[in-house]
């Protein structure tokens, strides 16, 4: 039946779920690309034909067209789809993607994710607010964290170095750390 | 929800802590604290209706403003006082609403971008709904997906189906989502449910309804969503 | 019984909404029993019954919904439909006896997305299919709220219940227990808690494997 490497494409995106994006899968959309071709090519000569008087070839082109047309959409929400995952990254990871994300993207996703830094920067600062920021209601000033991994020293808002070794502890200013722990360097002990 | 917890004492700190008269356009004056209950009723509506609403993005301007008088207030205060702290907290707690309801209206621009900015008759306008810096973000937006898909598989289709049908093949909210709304202003013979008689709404009652029934009800600010 | 005012607010949504969902798509995938009106030439090679180069009219093949919907879509229909098995009359007396204790799982990971599509093809039956559905979807409703909004995860009755629940009621599930862990959450105090994303939870995991 036509449609089946379509298909895959859509399965595989299902499969990876929550985790991590999988490589773009050249292979399979060019498969899908080139049935979409050989559809369109054999409709077109049954449509020459007809126009000529050749009967009985509507049936044909019909099934084919719906071929065609569901083809077109999972390639579409293939790449749709992954495209989700990839803006969700920028609130998940910050503007600078880990290497091994990115190394699964592909070139056009890699500029897209730019193009969207650059116009939801440009939102931000046109709106006088970090969105990024301030995830959860905040209940108090200070918040103690424990450092993960070997960060080296941060300078807090208001001037101080601190230095972040890891498992070491600290009472700091909300507002510096959240960026810090949605990327796992801080961890928020209650 | 957590979210609604001691918007009492916010207000108080606002009518406290700065010059709290806001003159409105029409000339009605307006306090902080009203300004800020204007704005999370706004929120919650916002988070809670499918669809993208109206702006009220003065509102968001607005309270930005009375976050940098407080600002400029504490700094003259100097560190380590207690009711300063307070003030802080206070202003950490404002700017999570501004924050989570901006990004609200952030994440329905990008979810439903061409079914926003595509012109049609017979629908909502929401282009009108967008503020200046929104109406921007939707363009630059929309026209970023739409070259990702022409350039990794539109382009490559057979001429007579490579391009995307913004009226049908996008994205569109469900108008008829349930939700919880409250009534603020009584009404008169309101039709609920297709399958019952039409009702009279209380003020303070509450009802779950399809949101496509209580749509206008919700724009005139005759009812809120909890 | 089947009341048609009852049935006159069911509407089609337009397809447009969920034209880039996952699910939805495989949903479409659905296989519907057909059989060929007209004969359709070259085409042959799609049913795996034959050796003949076109399909000959009626010639009897499963086709997914997707490709059902369209070909009955014209005037002239190239192909008439038949319900699927597990939506004719002998299902459904089944699901009226016990809905609760159905496998919908097995039944097509889809059930109720897929029940209501088949609407769209206009059966004599559509009432009793519609009627059939919401009933079931109600009675195993209840029963899945029960059960996930007073208990977090390990209880054996779930455990036992999820293997059987149709994609739809998954959601539901997931959906109320997520509620349930944020009300013990905010219980204990610590809803407020600011935490990494789960995607860079898994990052971060995936990487330290790779580097041991």
């Known amino acids: 039946m036509f449609g089946e490497k379509a298909l895959e494409l859509v399965k595989e995106l299902k499969r990876s779920g929550d985790g991590s994006l999988p490589p773009y899968n050249e292979d399979c959309v060019r498969q899908v690309l080139d049935e979409m071709k050989a559809l369109f090519e054999q409709n077109q000569k049954d449509v020459s034909a007809t126009v000529a008087g050749e009967g009985g070839r509507i049936a044909g082109v019909q099934l084919r067209h719906a071929s065609l047309e569901r083809n077109k959409r999972c390639l579409l929400a293939y790449v749709y789809n992954r495209m989700e995952k990839i803006r969700d990254m920028r609130w998940d990871f910050g503007s600078v993607l880990p290497d091994d994300v990115k190394n699964n993207l592909n070139e056009h996703e890699l500029s897209w994710f730019g193009r969207y830094n650059r116009s939801l920067a440009k939102y931000m600062r046109s709106v006088g607010i970090d969105l990024t920021q301030d995830s959860k209601p905040p209940k108090s000033l200070y918040i103690e964290v424990r450092c993960l991994v070997d960060y080296g020293e941060f300078e807090t808002e208001d001037g101080n170095v601190v230095l972040l070794k890891k498992n070491s502890q600290h009472l700091l200013h909300r507002a510096d750390c959240e960026h810090l722990i949605r990327q796992g360097i801080l961890e928020h002990i209650i | 929800m957590a979210e609604n917890k001691e918007r009492g004492s916010l207000s108080d700190i606002l009518n406290d802590s700065v010059d709290s008269e806001i003159n409105e356009d029409e000339g009605e004056e307006v306090t902080a604290a009203e300004v800020l209950e204007r704005l999370e009723q706004a929120w919650l509506n916002e988070k809670f209706a499918p669809e993208l609403l109206e702006s009220k993005v003065e509102l968001v301007e607005c309270m930005l403003d009375q976050i940098k008088e407080m600002e400029e207030n504490l700094k003259e205060a100097g560190k380590g006082d207690l009711v300063g702290s307070l003030h802080r907290l206070e202003i950490q707690r404002i700017r999570y609403v501004i924050s989570s309801y901006l990004k609200i209206r952030l994440k329905k621009i990008e979810k439903y971008a061409f079914h926003i900015m595509e012109p049609s008759n017979d629908k909502t306008d929401y282009i009108s709904r967008l503020s200046a810096e929104e109406h921007v973000y939707a363009k630059e937006y929309c026209k970023n997906v739409e070259d990702l898909l022409k350039s990794l598989a539109l382009d490559d289709m057979p001429p007579n189906i490579n391009s995307l049908d913004k009226k049908k093949s996008v994205p569109q909210p469900n108008l008829d989502s349930y939700l919880f709304m409250k009534v603020l202003q009584p009404q008169e013979q309101v039709e609920l449910d297709p399958d019952d008689q039409p009702t009279d709404l209380e003020e303070g009652a509450q009802h779950l309804v399809r949101y496509s029934v209580i749509s206008s009800l919700l724009e005139n600010g005759a009812v809120a969503l909890t | ?212």
């Open chain 3, 1 to 212: 019984m089947a009341d048609d005012s009852l049935y006159g607010s069911l509407q089609v949504r337009p397809s447009g909404w969920d034209y880039f969902e996952l699910d939805d798509i495989l949903a479409c995938q659905e296989k519907i029993p057909c059989t060929f009106e007209t004969q359709v030439k070259d085409l042959g090679f799609l049913d795996h019954g034959s050796d003949s180069e076109h399909i000959e009219p009626a010639t009897k093949m499963e086709l997914p919904f997707w490709l059902a919907k369209e070909l009955c879509a014209r005037q002239r229909k190239i192909i008439s439909v038949e319900l699927p098995k597990v939506y004719r009359e002998a299902y459904r007396q089944i699901l009226e006896a016990d809905a609760t204790a159905v496998d919908l799982n097995k039944l097509g990971p889809y059930f109720y997305s897929v029940g209501g599509k088949l609407l769209e093809f206009g059966n004599a039956e559509n009432p009793r299919i519609a009627e059939t559905l919401m009933m079931t979807y109600m009675k195993r409703m209840r029963r899945l709220m029960d059960l996930s909004l007073n208990k977090l995860d390990g209880s054996k009755e779930s455990q036992t219940l999820l293997p059987k629940l149709d994609h739809d009621e998954h959601n539901v599930f997931a959906f109320s227990q997520e509620g349930l862990r944020e009300f013990e959450q905010w219980k204990q105090g610590v809803i407020s808690k600011l935490t990494s994303s789960k995607t860079v939870i898994n990052q971060r995991k995936r990487k330290r494997t790779e580097d041991n």
